[in-house]
């Protein structure tokens, strides 16, 4: 019955932590905009709830718990998390141990510092997978062990908080999740209530109306309970919810430049167009004929946003603060001095054109601008964290490349460059990819046979009013509907991410870029604005470069028989007083610069950031180092509670002389297997100079053989004296050899005495002693070499055995 009830509470109380966890790991939702992050976290989920009930059962302490935690973090951590690292996707390969080593400390601060929502494919999903397995080891340990299980609640409820903090301001159900927590802690607390007076009942024999009453009255009471912590859970989540907007980590953290933190420039593209398609965005002197402007360039695509990236050297993500003569080992074109003036641009993304060399900026912001800029040389993207706004200025000196005809990159492979890795995309643009090129000869006839696809076959339209219906974004799902339906219908951002991917899918180095650029002939002074504004294609070409290509069909050509927005009729026009001033549009949904003045807290902030990584790297690294004395020491440790604690005195003195040989193995010593205590002491005392063993194992015989059992305080004195032995084995002993004693494996596998064959062959010799008609030499004498080891037969038969002046 009390196996039964045990069992029973443990699969309640695995099964209330996995759905506390569980609440907690919903809130993720929002911040990956999906569940990619499940898989992860629900694996993380299982290893906490299995290495729990492992160590719960085997009632390892808290040292193997650590080191079993450590272990399955590294060993499934990889198929789990980081699957692009690894093996066929599940085994670890010294890419994904570097990546989960580091990740343990990074990725939250990445998390924090990047725009949601984060993809699993950037190593994000570390965050849930490593804060579900530590938590619910912590919470389902406590559930197990402990006989007030409340306890438990606690870091369960530390997750949920964890949740919430490391999450977006705008939660994924705070009502759902608040009432749903407190129902599955009440309703736990009252079932486990509910075990604890059943077994009360039964131990004192309650009879069967009793116990039936008070069963009733506490499913009662854990029923009120539970009624009113609902009520109390959907009051606090409601007020939560209707009160000003929450703030999380995100919101006040202070981040390092990290591109990530800026929305990919690709995001905006269809706000430039609907909101500022003839507003001059910004002005340009001195752009040679030819030349576009570049906003930013996207080489990282996750499924939902093709963004910058900052994977390997060469990918978009390497800036670094603007200086003087950049660029100037790949300039090669003609020189060009570009002039920049800010109308109603207002971004991070500063628009340059060419291979830059020098950024210089005007105006009473020039400081400010200079200090907080930065540039990519492989991709010529430029970053200002303190935004531009209207009326500022700045000089751009630059490259400007040549222009490439077909003809001439007719004998030209594609480049060699290094390229992030990314998601495939939709699996039937790779078949088209692989179809259009077919009958092409050369690289630049690949890239043209896909330029030709789209550009002839597809139709344009922004889906503003009038127009065909099409839809922002350039997600999978957009890409696929793109090419699946009846007509493909897109602006620029579709057609560009579909080429590029589909390039990809071939192999073929192509990477998005949007900018501006003006209409064939214009010259002068160039306004950009949002009907210049275009995304294109760039391949790179061996000897060549990146060259640019335009898959989005003309303009001009629209879809026949579609569905389009109903124009609004315009109404006469009257004459209306002049609308109050506007608050700034703010495009490109950044995350806002809270670096402050160099002499501000936020510099402290900040070196008190770079402090706990640099000091969390170093306990990782001696956490994983010590991770065998942990794990040696915590086995070894076990040993001896278990040894000190047996139930017979008798065994627990036979304890302490087996810790003190398992020690002197452990220092060297070599025991041979079978021997009597008397002969180990000898060997002991003459391997380790240690006289005294001899006088504590005839103590210890006298004992263990004696006619009475034991007292508590025999053994007490028993094990004082085998510490103080034992503590006395390294006090002269070098360091190194007291630390090869300390990792010595020789005790534990199989060198001492208490070996599990030695175990075996005394338990069979103790069997055949005690067995009728055994071939024992004489009745109740023990055969040569044969050792007993349970303590009470050998002292039975030493009382039964007729005194020595009565053997014949």
């Not at 790991?25 to 299995?50: E, H, M, R, T």
């Not at 003839?278 to 002005?283: G, M, N, R, V, W």
């Not at 480049?415 to 939709?426: F, R």
């Not at 391949?539 to 069909?553: I, L, M, Q, S």
């Given at each position: 019955?009390?196996?039964?009830?045990?069992?029973?509470?443990?699969?309640?109380?695995?099964?209330?932590?996995?759905?506390?966890?569980?609440?907690?790991?919903?809130?993720?939702?929002?911040?990956?905009?999906?569940?990619?992050?499940?898989?992860?976290?629900?694996?993380?989920?299982?290893?906490?709830?299995?290495?729990?009930?492992?160590?719960?059962?085997?009632?390892?302490?808290?040292?193997?718990?650590?080191?079993?935690?450590?272990?399955?973090?590294?060993?499934?951590?990889?198929?789990?998390?980081?699957?692009?690292?690894?093996?066929?996707?599940?085994?670890?390969?010294?890419?994904?141990?570097?990546?989960?080593?580091?990740?343990?400390?990074?990725?939250?601060?990445?998390?924090?510092?990047?725009?949601?929502?984060?993809?699993?494919?950037?190593?994000?999903?570390?965050?849930?997978?490593?804060?579900?397995?530590?938590?619910?080891?912590?919470?389902?340990?406590?559930?197990?062990?402990?006989?007030?299980?409340?306890?438990?609640?606690?870091?369960?409820?530390?997750?949920?908080?964890?949740?919430?903090?490391?999450?977006?301001?705008?939660?994924?159900?705070?009502?759902?999740?608040?009432?749903?927590?407190?129902?599955?802690?009440?309703?736990?607390?009252?079932?486990?209530?509910?075990?604890?007076?059943?077994?009360?009942?039964?131990?004192?024999?309650?009879?069967?109306?009793?116990?039936?009453?008070?069963?009733?009255?506490?499913?009662?009471?854990?029923?009120?309970?539970?009624?009113?912590?609902?009520?109390?859970?959907?009051?606090?989540?409601?007020?939560?919810?209707?009160?000003?907007?929450?703030?999380?980590?995100?919101?006040?953290?202070?981040?390092?430049?990290?591109?990530?933190?800026?929305?990919?420039?690709?995001?905006?593209?269809?706000?430039?167009?609907?909101?500022?398609?003839?507003?001059?965005?910004?002005?340009?002197?001195?752009?040679?004929?030819?030349?576009?402007?570049?906003?930013?360039?996207?080489?990282?695509?996750?499924?939902?946003?093709?963004?910058?990236?900052?994977?390997?050297?060469?990918?978009?993500?390497?800036?670094?603060?603007?200086?003087?003569?950049?660029?100037?080992?790949?300039?090669?074109?003609?020189?060009?001095?570009?002039?920049?003036?800010?109308?109603?641009?207002?971004?991070?993304?500063?628009?340059?054109?060419?291979?830059?060399?020098?950024?210089?900026?005007?105006?009473?912001?020039?400081?400010?601008?200079?200090?907080?800029?930065?540039?990519?040389?492989?991709?010529?993207?430029?970053?200002?964290?303190?935004?531009?706004?209207?009326?500022?200025?700045?000089?751009?000196?630059?490259t400007i490349p040549r222009t490439w005809s077909d003809k001439e990159?007719?004998?030209?492979?594609?480049?060699?460059?290094?390229?992030?890795?990314?998601?495939?995309?939709?699996?039937?643009?790779?078949?088209?990819?692989?179809?259009?090129?077919?009958?092409?000869?050369?690289?630049?006839?690949?890239?043209?046979?896909l330029v030709k696809k789209f550009s002839e076959e597809g139709f344009?339209?922004?889906?503003?009013?009038?127009?065909?219906?099409?839809?922002?974004?350039?997600?999978?799902?957009?890409?696929?509907?793109?090419?699946?339906?009846?007509?493909?219908?897109?602006?620029?951002?579709?057609?560009?991410?579909?080429?590029?991917?589909?390039?990809?899918?071939?192999?073929?180095?192509?990477?998005?870029?949007?900018?501006?650029?003006?209409?064939?002939?214009?010259?002068?002074?160039?306004?950009?604005?949002?009907?210049?504004?275009?995304?294109?294609?760039?391949?790179?070409?061996?000897?060549?470069?990146?060259?640019?290509?335009?898959?989005?069909?003309?303009?001009?050509?629209?879809?026949?028989?579609?569905?389009?927005?109903?124009?609004?009729?315009?109404?006469?026009?009257?004459?209306?007083?002049?609308?109050?001033?506007?608050?700034?549009?703010?495009?490109?949904?950044?995350?806002?610069?809270?670096?402050?003045?160099?002499?501000?807290?936020?510099?402290?902030?900040?070196?008190?950031?770079?402090?706990?990584?640099?000091?969390?790297?170093?306990?990782?690294?001696?956490?994983?180092?010590?991770?065998?004395?942990?794990?040696?020491?915590?086995?070894?440790?076990?040993?001896?509670?278990?040894?000190?604690?047996?139930?017979?005195?008798?065994?627990?003195?036979?304890?302490?002389?087996?810790?003190?040989?398992?020690?002197?193995?452990?220092?060297?010593?070599?025991?041979?297997?079978?021997?009597?205590?008397?002969?180990?002491?000898?060997?002991?005392?003459?391997?380790?100079?240690?006289?005294?063993?001899?006088?504590?194992?005839?103590?210890?015989?006298?004992?263990?053989?004696?006619?009475?059992?034991?007292?508590?305080?025999?053994?007490?004195?028993?094990?004082?004296?085998?510490?103080?032995?034992?503590?006395?084995?390294?006090?002269?002993?070098?360091?190194?050899?007291?630390?090869?004693?300390?990792?010595?494996?020789?005790?534990?596998?199989?060198?001492?005495?208490?070996?599990?064959?030695?175990q075996g062959l005394r338990a069979a010799a103790s069997d055949r002693?005690?067995?009728?008609?055994?071939?024992?030499?004489?009745?109740?004498?023990?055969?040569?070499?044969?050792?007993?080891?349970?303590?009470?037969?050998?002292?039975?038969?030493?009382?039964?055995?007729?005194?020595?002046?009565?053997?014949?």
């Amino acid at each position: 019955m009390t196996g039964s009830l045990t069992l029973r509470r443990a699969l309640v109380d695995l099964l209330a932590v996995a759905l506390l966890i569980g609440v907690g790991i919903v809130g993720w939702w929002p911040s990956f905009a999906g569940g990619s992050y499940l898989p992860a976290a629900a694996g993380g989920l299982l290893l906490g709830l299995g290495v729990a009930l492992l160590c719960a059962w085997r009632r390892w302490g808290i040292l193997v718990i650590a080191g079993l935690t450590v272990l399955a973090y590294f060993v499934f951590g990889g198929a789990l998390a980081l699957p692009s690292t690894t093996l066929f996707a599940v085994v670890p390969t010294g890419e994904t141990l570097g990546s989960l080593a580091a990740g343990a400390i990074t990725s939250w601060k990445a998390m924090l510092t990047t725009v949601a929502p984060v993809a699993v494919g950037d190593g994000y999903a570390l965050v849930p997978f490593l804060s579900a397995l530590v938590l619910t080891v912590v919470t389902a340990s406590l559930a197990l062990r402990l006989s007030r299980p409340a306890w438990a609640l606690l870091p369960a409820g530390v997750h949920l908080v964890l949740v919430i903090a490391m999450g977006v301001p705008q939660p994924a159900a705070p009502i759902v999740q608040g009432v749903v927590f407190a129902i599955i802690a009440v309703a736990w607390l009252a079932l486990r209530g509910i075990s604890t007076a059943s077994e009360a009942a039964v131990s004192v024999a309650a009879d069967g109306s009793r116990s039936t009453a008070l069963r009733r009255r506490r499913m009662l009471a854990g029923s009120a309970v539970l009624v009113v912590a609902a009520l109390a859970g959907t009051g606090a989540a409601a007020a939560t919810t209707l009160a000003e907007p929450r703030h999380v980590f995100r919101d006040v953290v202070l981040p390092p430049f990290d591109v990530h933190q800026y929305a990919s420039p690709l995001q905006a593209y269809r706000g430039y167009v609907k909101d500022h398609r003839k507003d001059s965005l910004f002005t340009v002197k001195g752009l040679p004929e030819g030349a576009r402007i570049r906003i930013g360039t996207m080489d990282a695509y996750n499924g939902v946003v093709y963004d910058v990236s900052d994977k390997g050297v060469g990918s978009s993500g390497a800036f670094g603060p603007i200086r003087d003569n950049m660029s100037a080992a790949a300039a090669t074109g003609s020189p060009a001095r570009l002039t920049f003036t800010m109308d109603e641009y207002s971004a991070v993304w500063v628009p340059d054109a060419g291979q830059v060399q020098q950024i210089t900026f005007g105006g009473s912001d020039a400081d400010a601008l200079r200090r907080g800029a930065y540039y990519n040389e492989s991709t010529g993207t430029a970053v200002a964290i303190s935004k531009l706004h209207k009326g500022n200025t700045y000089t751009v000196d630059t490259t400007i490349p040549r222009t490439w005809s077909d003809k001439e990159l007719e004998g030209h492979d594609f480049g060699s460059v290094s390229m992030p890795k990314q998601v495939a995309g939709p699996e039937k643009l790779a078949t088209l990819a692989s179809d259009t090129v077919a009958d092409a000869k050369t690289p630049i006839a690949q890239v043209r046979a896909l330029v030709k696809k789209f550009s002839e076959e597809g139709f344009f339209s922004h889906g503003l009013e009038g127009e065909a219906l099409s839809r922002a974004g350039h997600t999978e799902e957009r890409i696929s509907t793109l090419i699946g339906g009846e007509q493909m219908i897109g602006d620029d951002e579709q057609y560009a991410v579909a080429m590029t991917l589909a390039a990809r899918s071939l192999g073929i180095p192509a990477r998005v870029v949007m900018g501006f650029y003006p209409d064939k002939g214009q010259t002068g002074t160039f306004s950009a604005n949002g009907d210049n504004l275009h995304a294109w294609v760039e391949v790179n070409f061996a000897k060549a470069g990146w060259v640019a290509f335009d898959p989005t069909p003309p303009k001009d050509k629209v879809p026949q028989d579609q569905m389009t927005k109903p124009k609004v009729v315009p109404k006469p026009q009257v004459l209306q007083p002049p609308p109050p001033p506007q608050e700034p549009v703010d495009l490109p949904p950044t995350v806002p610069d809270q670096r402050g003045a160099k002499d501000g807290p936020n510099d402290l902030l900040g070196i008190i950031g770079i402090v706990l990584a640099i000091g969390g790297s170093v306990l990782l690294v001696l956490t994983i180092l010590a991770l065998p004395f942990i794990v040696i020491g915590a086995w070894k440790a076990a040993r001896r509670r278990r040894r000190r604690a047996a139930a017979q005195t008798a065994d627990r003195i036979s304890g302490g002389w087996d810790e003190l040989t398992d020690r002197a193995v452990d220092y060297g010593a070599r025991i041979p297997a079978g021997s009597t205590r008397a002969e180990e002491a000898q060997t002991v005392a003459t391997a380790l100079t240690v006289p005294a063993v001899t006088a504590l194992a005839d103590r210890a015989d006298a004992q263990v053989f004696g006619p009475t059992e034991p007292t508590d305080a025999d053994v007490d004195a028993f094990w004082r004296e085998v510490d103080g032995i034992v503590a006395g084995l390294g006090k002269d002993a070098p360091w190194h050899r007291r630390m090869r004693a300390r990792l010595s494996l020789r005790s534990i596998m199989g060198d001492s005495r208490l070996s599990a064959g030695v175990q075996g062959l005394r338990a069979a010799a103790s069997d055949r002693i005690r067995r009728p008609g055994s071939a024992a030499p004489g009745a109740g004498a023990e055969a040569p070499g044969t050792i007993d080891s349970n303590p009470r037969s050998r002292r039975a038969r030493r009382a039964a055995a007729p005194p020595e002046s009565e053997t014949p």
